[in-house]
């Protein structure tokens, strides 16, 4: 609080440490309320991740139901036709078409961004995050990713200080 209460036109400390720190994150807002590009590394890469995602969100359902089946009907002794007659069989099977439709959409992302080379630390960041994801589900897949990576902070500076982001003979590439 200032030393003024009555004083209009005086500001708290604690005000102005406030909006400073507020600066960057309005800019940012603006920024990440508009989103990346669609067909941008950065676009591409949000796709993949919203649809792997959604895919965990639906494997966890599809495994939520599954348990439900295994303690109330003893699931896995039924045949396939049995389990689609089961309260919770629709369900499954819907969600199944669904991870399919977006397995394909995230093979088809991956070879897209693949195709991409990156040209900033934010696109850099992005093909790490996808790499970071797909090695908790398919480890090995990311080798092209990892790559790419390497190879833009192999030869890329801070903008700020100048220097590289990887000292000359580190890079293994």
């Known amino acids: 609080m200032s030393k003024r209460k009555d004083d209009l036109t005086s500001v708290s400390r604690r005000t102005v440490l406030g909006a400073a720190s ?18 941008s590394l950065v676009g591409q890469c949000a796709q993949w991740l919203r649809a792997d995602l959604e895919t965990y969100a ?4 599809w495994a939520a139901l599954e348990i439900l089946a295994v303690s109330d009907y003893d699931y896995f002794r ?4 049995q389990r689609r007659l089961l309260p ?9 078409v669904e991870l399919d439709v977006l397995s394909k959409e995230r093979d088809r992302r991956l070879k897209a961004i693949v195709a991409l080379e990156p040209r900033n630390m934010h696109e850099v960041a992005s093909l790490l995050v996808i790499a ?3 090695d908790l589900s398919m480890p090995g897949d990311t080798a092209p990713l990892v790559h ?9 500076r801070c903008p700020r ?7 000359p ?4 590439v």
């Open 78 to 81: 039924l045949d396939d036709n």
């Open 132 to 134: 970071a994801r797909m």
């Open 22 to 39: 507020a600066t960057p994150s309005i800019c940012a807002g603006v920024e990440a309320a508009l989103g990346p590009a669609p067909e």
């Open 88 to 96: 919770m069989g629709p369900e499954m099977d819907a969600i199944e």
């Open 161 to 167: 200080c100048g220097e590289p982001y990887v000292p």
């Open 169 to 172: 003979g580190l890079s293994t």
């Open 148 to 156: 790419q990576a390497i190879m833009f902070l192999s030869s890329a």
């Open 58 to 61: 639906l494997s966890r359902r």
